[in-house]
């Protein structure tokens, strides 16, 4: 069966430099959720989006933007990177709208290191 | 106080011994998830449950709404059971709040 798809795997950038990070939720699946986890660090949520629209935000840092597109798949955009920003950022999906306590599928992650 | 808290941190095994991780949680929830996390990073969803139990190979979960407790169960444990067991609970629009894990490590 289909999972949920994070590109790239690893990605090593400098500061301030800018950075994408993709995510291909399972087909059929209309909501997208992002997550970042610090060295050491419990994952954190970030923003979601259901039918392409955000539902939801968490601490995200204004350098960071998202959205997600018609074919449902979700791109993080990260400018003026920091050292702080290094972390592991995971991707889930699941169906339907929110409060139905819906399965969240994960992707395998994206590693992101600033040097 | 974490809205979602877990013990023990960490915990090691002889194989073959029965393990159980609790979650306790301080938010109302339409369900609980138990996830894994392996050293490489990737997290598995291992159940979602709402009420009751749920069972898969030598994996337990249950939960008890009333008590904002939940608990999971491996039974027979194996060296590649050895990972972080994340309990996760939906808050508001669905989005995740993580407990802190739990580090297991199985011994041969």
């Known amino acids: 069966a289909a999972g949920v798809i994070q590109s790239p795997r690893h990605l090593i950038k400098e500061k301030r430099e800018t950075a994408t990070l993709k995510c291909y939720p399972i087909?059929?699946?209309?909501?997208v959720y992002w997550y970042q986890q610090g060295p050491g660090q419990d994952p954190q949520f970030l923003i979601s989006?259901?039918?392409?629209?955000q539902s939801d935000k968490g601490s995200i840092p204004d350098r960071f933007s998202a959205q997600q597109f018609s074919d449902y798949h979700s791109e993080l955009n990260m400018s003026s990177l920091e050292l702080g920003d290094s972390a592991l950022y995971f991707c889930?999906?699941?169906?339907?709208?929110w409060g139905l306590g819906n399965e969240q599928f994960f992707g395998p992650g994206t590693r992101l290191t600033v040097l | 106080k974490n809205e979602v808290e877990q013990s023990p941190q960490n915990l090691t095994a002889q194989e073959g011994e029965f393990i159980t991780i609790n979650c306790s949680y301080s938010?109302?929830?339409?369900?609980l998830h138990w996830l894994q996390q392996h050293p490489g990073g990737g997290i598995v969803s291992l159940f979602m449950?709402?009420?009751g139990k749920k069972k898969h190979g030598r994996l337990i979960a249950t939960i008890n709404i009333q008590e904002k407790h939940s608990s999971l169960h491996i039974t027979a444990s194996h060296p590649r059971d050895s990972a972080v067991y994340i309990c996760?609970?939906?808050?508001?629009?669905?989005?995740?709040?993580f407990g802190t894990g739990t580090r297991l490590q199985v011994f041969p």
């Open positions: 889930a999906s699941s169906l339907g709208d």
């Open positions: 938010v109302g929830i339409s369900a």
């Open positions: 449950l709402s009420s």
């Open positions: 996760a609970v939906p808050y508001n629009t669905d989005k995740l709040i």
């Open positions: 087909p059929r699946h209309d909501t």
């Open positions: 989006f259901y039918e392409k629209m």
